[in-house]
Structures are given as structure tokens and as C-alpha cells.
T-cell receptor
Framework: AQKITQTQPGMFVQEKEAVTLDCTYD???????LFWYKQPSSGEMIFLIY??????QNATEGRYSLNFQKARKSANLVISASQLGDSAMYFC????????????FGAGTRLFVKA | NAGVTQTPKFQVLKTGQSMTLQCAQD?????MYWYRQDPGMGLRLIYY???????DKGEVPNGYNVSRLNKREFSLRLESAAPSQTSVYFC??????????????FGPGTRLLVL
């Protein structure tokens, strides 16, 4: 079975500093995809970044980067230069063959950015 | 281009009442999903439809039924609502197929309170 674990229920970061949100996953698949979504207080789900299991480089999208360590089965999200608008819930997710190409989500981490 | 729409946005039910949550997409996507979001549990898949004419159970299907009315519309029905079904419900879509990389697009959510 596939599983996503986010061990940090809540995180605080000072504005303009970088923060890392942890995500570990469990799968027996060799090929799979990893996603991060942001959910602000307004409730919508916003796609942030994607990493494929065979991608040689870590994914980056603006201030977001994904620290992918395949051997450790971790896919941590790094947000650089935090902004007040980054305060939100963040979900790690994955999709693989074993899961029937359905996406499974972690429990989420709530990030608070302090001014 | 509305993307993914959900109705209603908010609903209060009494235990035992029934209701249908509607989801529609104008993205010409094949796959559609219903999730529920509960505090501390992330998003859990209720039902999904890989393509028009097919539906399948997800992780938490008990107490729900679905109908894939056509390619655009996917409804979720609660036949006899229970307080345990109090949650935020999200519809999501993606183009579909055996893809790890494709992101899902989410509707704005429906907040359901069952008294």
C-alpha cells in the first residue's frame, strides 16, 4: 500500500526566512509522481510543484523547491523568502501504479508566517 | 472558463436527510474524483470515475453513492446523512490515463454540516 506521512502538524517561520516542510512516503513502485498543494484559509487547493521519481534534478517553481531524496523516500518542500501570504495548509501527495494512478494525500502541515 | 464548479457551497442537514453534491467541469477531462477533508486527515478519496461511464470506490465509500452523468458532471449522493459525514467535500478532475505527472484541478469545496 502507498502512504504519505507529514509529521509536522504546524510550523512557524519568520517572514523572509526559508522553511522546510517534511514529507515521507512509502511505496513499492519504481515510477511515481509527488505533488505539493497549498490550501489557504479561503479553502481552495492550489498546485505548487511536481517531482517525478525518475527526474534527476530537484523540481523548482519560483520560491518553491522540492528536496527529493529517493533512497530515503522523502520529498520535502522548501519555501524560500517566506511571505505572509504563504500562511496556509500544505499537503504532500503522490500517485503511482500500485495505487491505480489515484492520488493519495498526507495529513498536511499548517504553516504560520510571522511578521 | 469556470474550471471545476461545485454546488452547493454550504449545506446543513439533519441526520437521516439525503442530498446530492454536484460537480461540473469544462476542462474536457476524463477523470473525476470526490474527496472529503477532515482535520488532521488530509484528503481521503471517496469515489472516482476514471472515464465517462465508469465509477469506482476509493478509500472511504461507505454511506455515499456517485453518478457520472456525462463527461462534464459527477455527483455525490448521501442517502441518509450521519454526523460523521460532516466534512468539506472536494471534487477534482484530471485529464486521465496512466500518468504520474498530471496535476489534479480542484473545485472550491462544499462544506457540509450534519446535525
Amino acid at each position: 500500500a502507498q502512504k504519505i506521512t507529514q509529521t509536522q502538524p504546524g510550523m512557524f517561520v519568520q517572514e523572509k526566512e526559508a522553511v522546510t516542510l517534511d514529507c515521507t512516503y512509502d511505496t513499492s513502485d519504481q515510477s511515481y509522481g509527488l505533488f505539493w498543494y497549498k490550501q489557504p484559509s479561503s479553502g481552495e487547493m492550489i498546485f505548487l510543484i511536481y517531482q517525478g521519481s525518475y527526474d534527476e534534478q530537484n523540481a523548482t517553481e519560483g520560491r518553491y523547491s522540492l528536496n527529493f531524496q529517493k533512497a530515503r523516500k522523502s520529498a520535502n518542500l522548501v519555501i524560500s523568502a517566506s511571505q505572509l501570504g504563504d500562511s496556509a495548509m500544505y499537503f504532500c501527495a503522490m500517485r503511482g501504479y500500485t495505487g491505480g494512478f489515484k492520488t493519495i494525500f498526507g495529513a498536511g502541515t499548517r504553516l504560520f508566517v510571522k511578521a | 472558463n469556470a474550471g471545476v464548479t461545485q454546488t452547493p457551497k454550504f449545506q446543513v442537514l439533519k441526520t437521516g436527510q439525503s442530498m446530492t453534491l454536484q460537480c461540473a467541469q469544462d476542462m474536457n477531462h476524463n477523470s473525476m474524483y470526490w474527496y472529503r477533508q477532515d482535520p488532521g486527515m488530509g484528503l481521503r478519496l471517496i469515489y472516482y470515475s476514471a472515464s465517462e461511464g465508469t465509477t469506482d470506490k476509493g478509500e472511504v465509500p461507505n454511506g455515499y453513492n456517485v453518478s457520472r452523468l456525462n463527461k462534464r458532471e459527477f455527483s455525490l449522493r448521501l442517502e441518509s446523512a450521519a454526523p460523521s459525514q460532516t466534512s468539506v467535500y472536494f471534487c477534482a478532475t484530471r485529464l486521465g490515463g496512466l500518468s504520474f505527472a498530471e496535476t489534479q484541478y480542484f473545485g472550491p469545496g462544499t462544506r457540509l454540516l450534519v446535525l
